[in-house]
């Protein structure tokens, strides 16, 4: 089946300083990439759809400045959490779509942020 | 507003009872719906999507377009069925219910 990894699952940061996390579509080229954020025992939340060699859509009220999203590759798009603070801290998720609108999405793993 | 509505946060049931967990949306044309399954400390996977019209794990959806339903369902509960559950509509994007926390009590 199709995998899905992210790297790293965990990471804790200073304020301030900028966190970069991976997402790659293992087994699968994948055109479009999704970066999610769930707080705990809620609903995931779409922060920014992601599409090869083209900038990211985020949605409305997600910061494009603060969450940088690149996808430079059919199988790799990153987040850079710039100049992180507390109430970033958070569990983030990716997702990998192959082709079309109505592919299922594949989950990655979710690296959670813990900003100090 | 919101366009996929889980209305129960927690359904607590016992091992062998039918479940039914509840998801109504909002949407203009057909829908594209799923449910997706978490695990404790596992990532989110998909459990079915309307379209296939299969059942997974023994549990099945049927999409009411009357009733703008599309309801989880399951006759008799496992306590592996202990998870959180995602109702999803896709128009391009997903679009996530607030999920249900299912637990299933021995």
């Known amino acids: 089946g199709a995998v899905v990894s992210q790297h790293p699952s965990r990471v804790i940061c200073k304020s301030g300083t900028s966190v970069k996390i991976e997402c790659r579509s293992l087994d699968f080229q994948a055109t479009t990439m999704f970066w999610y954020r769930q707080f705990p025992k809620k609903s995931l939340m779409l922060m920014a759809t992601?599409?090869?060699?083209?900038?990211?859509?985020?949605e409305q009220g997600v910061e494009k400045d603060k969450f940088l999203i690149n996808h430079a590759s059919l199988t790799l798009s990153t987040l850079t959490v710039t100049s992180a603070h507390p109430e970033d801290s958070s569990f983030y998720i990716c997702?990998?779509?192959?082709?079309?609108?109505?592919?299922?999405?594949?989950f990655g793993p979710g690296t959670r942020l813990t900003v100090l | 507003a919101q366009r996929v509505t889980q209305p129960e946060k927690l359904l607590s049931v016992f091992k062998g009872a039918p479940v039914e967990l509840k998801c109504n949306y909002s949407?203009?044309?057909?829908?594209?719906l799923f449910w997706y399954v978490q695990y404790s400390r596992q990532r989110l996977q998909l459990l079915l999507r309307?379209?296939s019209r299969e059942s997974i794990k023994g549990f099945t959806a049927d999409l009411n377009k009357g009733e703008t339903s599309f309801h989880l369902k399951k006759p008799f509960a496992q306590e592996e069925d202990s998870a959180m559950y995602y109702c999803a509509l896709s128009e391009g994007k997903l679009i996530f219910g607030q999920g249900t926390e299912l637990s299933v009590k021995p």
């Open positions: 309307h379209i």
């Open positions: 992601s599409n090869e060699g083209s900038k990211a859509t985020y």
């Open positions: 949407y203009s044309g057909s829908p594209e």
């Open positions: 997702s990998a779509q192959l082709t079309s609108s109505t592919d299922t999405q594949y």
